[in-house]
């Protein structure tokens, strides 16, 4: 497979964005939704904040619904009840703290390889359900309208929320559309048997693992139809979690959709999988292999090692331009051929583990 990452990768970085608060520190930009939008690609990242930090105390910022201001928690770094050992998180006795708050921000472009990012966030957390931030969207084009899906965090709940806009100056939000806990949530860009689709990822605790789900809807609002897609496959790249990652687009051979997968360490890939036109929940074909996977520095070190997570895809003839994040910190791209995707992939059975 030839990948063709861009020379410019990492094309936005953390130090690319200004904080939204004076006294605060970006940790990173990434995780974007792409669309191209008049003669723009534009770019809605995941922008994770925090105050800076100092000493041995470690400060959480948690938005308070309530009062809708955010508010700073601490925690002492010697404290043996706090488990810091994720970057991510911190475990509490009385639950997991985000060690940042994140919004969404808009970047654009002319060409796709060099990005404008914006001062202030475009979509900030002031729901009930983002009390921890608004997390990795995914933009599909539906008539005049863009719809954004994205990741609302709170600390009793992953949820996948909705909302939508003309112009990307102006957004309303819907609310809750695939309750907990769920992720990998994005619709296609087109309306199959007359119904919207969407893939999503729920994230069981009892039965099962993090597999890929399809389902339908009539108002992008309530959805039903909920189909296993594909199970990850014990053992393998993808033998830890599986979920959709950038918006399917259709080939000439079905809906192709360029997906992540995970090790059962957490090493992330990425792969394709072609679903049938008419009826996008039978699987034809998908990878055998990662069709990327992380080998460079931006995606091999970093603020997670070993990621890369597909969030947006823009085709252009036989080229499609994959945008991911890089070691949940960074953007990156890289150029494909759908001819030589399309190529790679195997007829298979899906095993759920």
Known sequence: MNVRRFKENPIVTQHDVKPTFEGWEVMSAFNAGIIEYGDEILMLMRVAERPVQFGEIVTVPVMDSASGELKIVEFKKDDPRYDFSDPRVI?????????????????????????????????????????????????????DTYWIVYKGVVPFAITQCLASTKDFVNWTKHGIIFPPENMDAMIFPEKVRGKYVALHRPQPKMMGKPNMWIAYSEDLIHWGEHELLMGCSSGAWEGGRIGGGAVPFMTEQGWLEIYHAATIDDRYCLGAVLLDAQYPEK?????????????????????????????????????????????????????????????????????VC
């Open 91 to 143: 475990g509490t006795p009385e639950g997991i703290y985000l060690t940042s708050i994140s919004h969404l921000r808009l970047a654009r472009s002319r060409d796709g390889h060099n990005f404008i990012v914006e001062e202030k966030p475009s979509l900030w957390p002031d729901q009930m359900y983002e009390t921890f931030g608004l997390e990795d969207p995914r933009i599909t084009k539906l008539d």
């Open 283 to 351: 699987v034809l074909a998908k990878s055998p292999e990662p069709i990327l996977e992380p080998e460079m520095p931006y995606e091999t070190s970093g603020f997670k090692q070993n990621v890369v997570f597909s969030c947006g895809a823009i085709v252009q003839g036989d080229v499609v331009t994959i945008y991911y994040g890089a070691s949940d910190e960074v953007m990156a791209a890289a150029n494909m051929s759908v001819a030589e995707i399309l190529d790679s992939l195997e007829p298979v059975t899906p095993q």
